[in-house]
């Protein structure tokens, strides 16, 4: 729960304003680099994390340990730096050195806990907007995500005409469904329902084992059906018990839940959590006026077993986009590991975003 | 949490001796029944009820309540009482009558609580055929049952040749997969999480709000993403927060969970909950010898938009019994409700189950 070590800091100048209301001041952003910006600074590609991840996106001089899109970003590689000049911030609300809920607020000296704003998706493309402002970046060569990440970008490119080309959305929807919303909602009552909770101002990891539910449930939706069906085996591994483990499944899932704790905040969990029900891009306009004249080509990738945000949802933006005359590509992924495919299927990623960036 | 009032109760001579190990005596089965047998006790028909379901299938004589398969037993009905004689017994580890952990152990007066061995679908269906041999029925005309219902058909088919000549298993399967038994294992890990669970030894309804969350996480799966997304708005309809109600969808969840404090016992629900992890109708044989020479007619149902056990697991079952030279017959049905389908679209399920039982 802390910066990356290979991440710079930015301090945000100016407040920043809340789209809920509210606003928050000396927002740090911590963000990731690779390769070199062009003098032109037209070679810049924004990479927006997925809930639980941050600016580690690759490995790199500053930080040689493997990043969470590992093999994605570098020579030759899918954001190929011999082009690209690469960029990757950790997210508002969220665990990783850019301000959140664990950070410190100003104002009292202690971390903000349960007294940290609520936030959109919205308010953290504001502020990688401050940091692409601080860098000196106009106009991004391309921004590229999946899952929260895909919902960031569609934001970005939809909200902010003219500061990026190519727009990446994978596995990402521009407003998010009650089904999901209902999903989330069991995340965060496991949180919640933690007496360790302490309505978010606990000592240490707090709720460790509503959030270490939380996460396992999540896999549930993030994985796929096929997966965990072909993976494991039907019949107990041990003898059947109420509380311990009975079928080799239920170790799985135990032991991603426990993975998540120390690492990833669960007040994080919430706001972030919550951020993405509230993701809508046309909030405040009708689809015609949100997507009207955009100049920004967008490439819309869904995967046909997400179980979390099914590919209905990602050819609904497409057809929405083409509907308004956006220039368009979209691509249909089948892969039996369902939403996180993003994270999984290197090789189909690599394929289509060398494609998508040309 | 108690016998319904139309319920009358059997109290099983010799012990029952269960699948895991162990034994239970004196044990109780609380049962309804509808319509008359017929002398040559020929005309009997075994509804199993599902998961949180019990005898009260239909209001009748002795209960004019409305029960949980309301209009579907009864004269003209589905399960016509003019010709067939209905049986519907509560389940072992239920909360409703037939012994569960909630019952007195009667070696020690107090109830068995968190003491109440593990059962199988298995020792269901032994229990309830020790319920027939009360009632003097060696064959029934047929059982018919959704979700752990079907489960429950297809055991006593499968299992206990010559007892019964048609089985209907709806939104059923013959083997539970890793991935609802992942389900299953998120839905005991908030009970088990809660304080008040205290290894199944508390007052009163003990972990209510784990049983809550359970439930909430339930509906998530029984009911279908095109329902949730149909029958709900997509924008907020209160304030946004982390802990309250922001999206309606959340407060149908909210109320579905509250609904089943008071009526389910959470140590039921967790009892159960492993029954169904561990069915497996072919359980100590090769799928071959458990099918081989079965002499019922088998009508097997899928939803298609099933979430919990999907179609493909119906299917299954019915090209094992094909397979096998078993006389059985498929229908695979489209409703947006999903999984529960069997308890919403009783227009459907009447015309079907009339079919079957021609």
């Not at 997210?91 to 959140?100: A, E, I, P, V």
């Not at 997400?306 to 590919?311: E, G, S």
């Amino acid at each position: 729960m802390s910066r990356k070590p290979g991440a710079e800091i930015f301090v945000v100048p100016e407040p920043l304003e809340l789209e809920l209301g509210g606003s928050l001041h000396d927002v740090e952003v911590a963000y990731e680099t690779w390769g070199r910006l062009d003098p032109v600074r037209g070679n810049a590609i924004l990479i927006c994390p997925a809930f639980s991840a941050h600016s580690h996106a690759n490995s790199g001089p500053q930080d040689p340990s493997s990043g969470w899109w590992e093999g994605m970003v570098g020579p030759g590689l899918a954001f190929d730096t011999n082009r690209f000049f690469v960029i990757c911030p950790s997210l508002l609300g969220g665990s990783y050195g850019t301000t959140g809920p664990s950070s410190v607020n100003p104002d009292t000296g202690e971390p903000y806990a349960g007294s940290f704003p609520l936030i959109t998706v919205r308010d953290i493309v504001t502020l990688h907007i401050r940091l692409l402002d601080h860098l000196g970046i106009e106009r991004l060569y391309a921004a590229a995500g999946g899952s929260l990440g895909g919902m960031e970008t569609l934001e970005l490119g939809v909200r902010h005409h003219g500061r990026v080309s190519r727009v990446v959305s994978i596995s990402g929807t521009a407003t998010t469904r009650p089904y999901t919303a209902a999903i989330r909602h069991l995340a965060r009552r496991a949180i919640l329902l933690d007496p360790e909770y302490h309505n978010g101002f606990y000592e240490g990891d707090g709720p460790v084992e509503g959030l270490k539910l939380a996460r396992e449930l999540g896999i549930v939706f993030y994985r796929s059906r096929e997966e965990l069906n072909e993976r494991f085996p039907w019949t107990p591994i041990h003898e059947p018990s109420l509380g311990g483990v009975t079928f080799d499944v239920q170790s799985y899932l135990r032991h991603q839940g426990r993975k998540i704790v120390g690492s990833f905040d669960a007040n994080s969990y919430l706001t972030l959590s919550l951020a993405m029900d509230l993701h809508d891009v046309y909030r405040g306009e009708s689809r015609e006026e949100a997507l009207r004249g955009l100049d920004a080509e967008f490439s819309i990738v869904g995967i046909e077993e997400d179980r979390l945000i099914p590919i209905d949802e990602q050819k609904d933006v497409y057809e929405a986009l083409v509907a308004a005359g956006v220039e368009s590509r979209w691509r249909g992924v089948s892969s039996h590991i369902g939403h996180d495919a993003f994270l999984v299927e290197l090789d189909a990623m690599t394929a289509l975003l060398r494609e998508f960036l040309e």
